[in-house]
């Protein structure tokens, strides 16, 4: 069984940066994709940038340029990087990892973004 765990959501002002991490604990499958999603309240989740396991990554577009995905084999952590925070960021961001058999989630973390 996997388990994830994200931490560094928080209160930022906009035009600000915080760091999300995903702490993964249990047998990871070698060959996955994390990822990090965000959902706000009466909306679907939506696809915020992932990250196979070769180092390949994408991104929405509404995040390019200003969010970046990382990975940390050793620590089996995943972060995001989120910089130039605007209004229309604020959600629970929550991460993913999905191999050919399994798709794994966090409980989330709250990102809010005001002045």
């Known amino acids: 069984q996997v388990r994830l765990v994200e931490s560094g959501g928080g209160l930022v002002q906009p035009g600000g940066s915080l760091r999300l991490s995903c702490a993964a604990s249990?047998?990871?499958?070698?060959?996955?994709?994390a990822g990090w999603y965000r959902q706000t309240p009466g909306n679907q989740r939506e696809l915020v940038a992932t990250l196979t396991s070769f180092g390949s990554t994408h991104y929405a577009d509404s995040v390019k340029g200003r969010f970046t995905i990382s990975g940390d084999n050793v620590k089996k952590t995943v972060y995001l990087q989120m910089n130039s925070l605007k209004p229309e960021d604020p959600a629970v961001y929550y991460c993913n990892d999905r191999n050919y058999r399994d798709n794994y989630w966090g409980q989330g973390t709250q990102v809010t973004v005001s002045s």
């Open positions: 249990g047998n990871i499958f070698s060959v996955s994709v």
